[in-house]
């Protein structure tokens, strides 16, 4: 997966599973990537697909902890993983409307952490993307959010009272997303009604999954473009943890 960006500082990471507990005392389980050492870091919620927290979001949650990001994975389908359609869309029916909730609690664990800084951002990936959208739309105090290749259409004639500034990627050759789709998310956000720049950008040859393994060296290529858009647009709009002293040798 193209996610290695040698032009940012990297920190030595912790990561594993914990379990975030919700408003009603329910327990959420989460895998959880962090800097090893520091002060107070930024923090990302990682929002997974329909395939749940696989090996391609875990490496995504460790890459964004090495860039100096506190990193929650809220586990929406808790503990399953597939790589079929079928099972993927059965798991998406039984989640339902319980998906934002357990979002909301993911963001609100970091935004009171003792190491985050509190300024926090939703990332997410196809239908974690949509999630991503709907956090930006209902809360006030997000920092910024982005989506790779998240589902619009149920969130059409709000995008413009969105106060979070909102990122979306999508590939050229995306099956499940038709461009006029895309334009008319892009005009809507283009109407923000709290003078926010949100941006909407289309990655030449590239499909639904931008960052699965076995894509062509073209793929990976904008994969990575997306990547380093992505840490200029949180660095844009949330504060940065202090570089590391590297020590003369």
Known sequence: MPIYDPSHVEYSITSGH??????RG??????WAHPSMGNRFPGVALIHDWWGVNSVVRRLANFFAQMGYYVIVPDLFSGKVTDSPREAMALVEALGDAGYPRIHAA??????HHQCNGDVAAVGLGMGGSLA???AIVREDLEAAVAFAG???RYFGRFADSRTPILAFYGSDEPHIKPTVI???RKELAQSRHDIQHEVEVLPGVGHDIFIDGLSEAQQQQGRAAISRTLAFLEKYLKGPAKPVRRQV
């Open 133 to 135: 959208f709907e956090a």
């Open 183 to 185: 334009e008319k998310l």
């Open 26 to 31: 329910e327990q959420l389980p989460a895998f």
């Open 18 to 23: 914990i379990q975030i507990v919700m408003d």
């Open 151 to 153: 589902f619009p259409q």
């Open 107 to 112: 963001l609100s664990a970091l935004e009171h």
